[in-house]
């Protein structure tokens, strides 16, 4: 994250900036000014997170010089150093402004407490905004659709409320890389490594503490910290923590790295709520947004995905092909004598015979390829990263599996199938995505008009 540039503009700045120089503001960067006027220009050309000021000996009276300090820089939150009879003229000649008071006499201890809390805990931005500026501050928000970028543009919009270092949105889902989690954003991690390091971590215990209400932790409330957890969670040992609900059994949480506790007037307040309202609905549009996707590409009997998605998938796996070098096979299948079942026993009993077979394909690949039911009982399998080599061991375990297997045995019987499967390889047999169909179905009818029950690769003499 970028520093806190901290504008100190006051006769005594120099004695000023002695008090701020510590480890507990190291990220501020500190700019030194003890004449007016080149305050007056730094103001006019440069943007600055905080303002510490005291009044100039020769620039009218106090009410008038934080007057000017407000028109100068409306939106800056101000520290005015006064003394305690003039605290209250300075407030009311800022009005309309961001202005703190402290007190002379309260300079050594108050002063660094105070900018820290305006430069680490959201406490100057839920001041600073207008419903006109509240709305514009959510726009990103609203106006994103795709997930991915959806999530990365409210990580960034509560980042910078909460004065946040790193932040995390995830999904509990099984079977994932994180220990049972699903990342489904993140930034301010100096290692993409960190992050599942982090979920690994802290996963578990951050799943059990957050709801919809969003709150603060301590991170060793969470679990016991361990030395090495310095290189993940650096100086923000506190966590923001917060669960959006979608819909039921649907829920995205959320986790911020802060490095003070937020204040009530951060947590409830009108900005903060109102983010966190649009996220979550924002969230909601873009998961109907892929269900309703899904719904374009999913089988209705199977659930597998259909004939439009395997030219989605192909598009994908050919572009990632040039572009990695990588390689991919697609195996083109067809049951065998599957029309006497439906003849005999009828078509719901056929049916479900499809499901039954549609799984046993499913369980024989990896989450990462795709299982298509391209028609009737012809099904398409498209194998990322796989060769020809490899995709036909994939293939022989589907046809022994298929083979050995009884179906229908809910609906009472015991069928006996076999099935015929084709291969064919990218680059190895084709370069397009049409020709690599054709060379898998290609393969598949020799097995159809040979044994049957048998897998054939595409004919490498046949490959132009």
Request: with cysteine.
């Amino acid at each position: 994250m970028s520093k806190n540039r901290v504008l100190i503009l006051a006769p005594d700045a120099e004695a000023l900036a002695s008090h701020l120089r510590g480890e507990s503001l190291k990220d501020a960067h500190l700019f030194v000014m003890t004449d007016w006027e080149k305050g007056v220009s730094a103001l006019t050309q440069e943007y600055f997170s905080v303002i510490i000021a005291r009044k100039f000996p020769d620039v009218g009276d106090v009410s008038s010089f934080a007057a000017a300090l407000a028109r100068l820089a409306p939106k800056t939150p101000v520290i005015f150093l006064t003394s305690a009879a003039e605290g209250r003229i300075v407030r009311d000649a800022m009005r309309g402004g961001i202005c703190d008071v402290v007190f002379d006499e309260s300079i050594p201890e108050e002063l660094p407490r105070l900018l820290q809390k305006i430069m680490f805990s959201g406490y100057a931005a839920v001041r600073r905004l207008s419903l006109e500026e509240l709305f514009e501050y959510s726009i990103p928000v609203l106006t994103a659709t795709d997930m991915n970028l959806l999530a990365l543009t409210v990580l960034e919009k509560l980042g910078e409320l909460v004065g946040a270092t790193y932040g995390i949105l995830f999904r509990e889902q099984e079977e994932s890389g994180t220990g049972g989690f699903t990342v489904v954003a993140s930034n301010g991690f100096m290692d993409e490594s960190l992050v599942s390091e982090f979920m690994l971590r802290f996963g578990g215990g951050l799943l059990h503490a957050s709801s919809s209400v969003p709150t603060v932790v301590p991170a060793e409330s969470i679990t016991p910290l361990h030395p090495e957890d310095d290189q993940i969670l650096g100086d923000s040992r506190q966590f923001f923590i917060l669960r959006f609900d979608l819909m039921p059994g649907v829920s995205i949480h959320a986790v911020l790295g802060v490095r003070n506790p937020l204040g009530p007037e951060v947590l409830n307040s009108v900005l903060l709520d109102f983010l966190l309202r649009q996220s979550r609905f924002a969230f909601l549009n873009s998961e109907r947004s892929v269900q309703t996707q899904n719904l374009i590409y999913i089988d209705d009997l199977t659930k597998l995905y259909n004939s439009r998605y395997l030219n989605v998938v192909l598009d994908r796996e050919l572009k990632r092909s040039e572009r990695y070098r990588n390689f991919f096979s697609v195996m083109f299948m067809d049951l065998d004598f599957f029309k006497r079942i439906n003849d005999t026993h009828g078509h719901l009993v056929g049916s479900r015979v499809l499901i039954e077979v549609g799984a046993v394909l499913r369980s024989c690949v990896r989450e990462t390829d795709t299982v298509v039911r391209y028609g009737g009982d012809e099904f398409v399998v498209v194998l990322v990263e796989t060769n020809a080599d490899e995709a036909f061991l994939v293939a022989e375990r589907m046809r022994k599996l298929i083979e050995a297997k009884w179906f229908g045995q809910e609906n009472g019987l015991n069928l006996h199938l076999t099935i015929s499967i084709g291969i064919a390889a990218f680059p190895e047999h084709a370069s397009t995505k049409q020709h690599l169909l054709n060379m898998a179905d290609q393969a598949m009818y020799r097995g159809k008009e040979s044994t049957r029950n048998v897998v054939y690769l595409a004919d490498i003499q046949n490959v132009p």
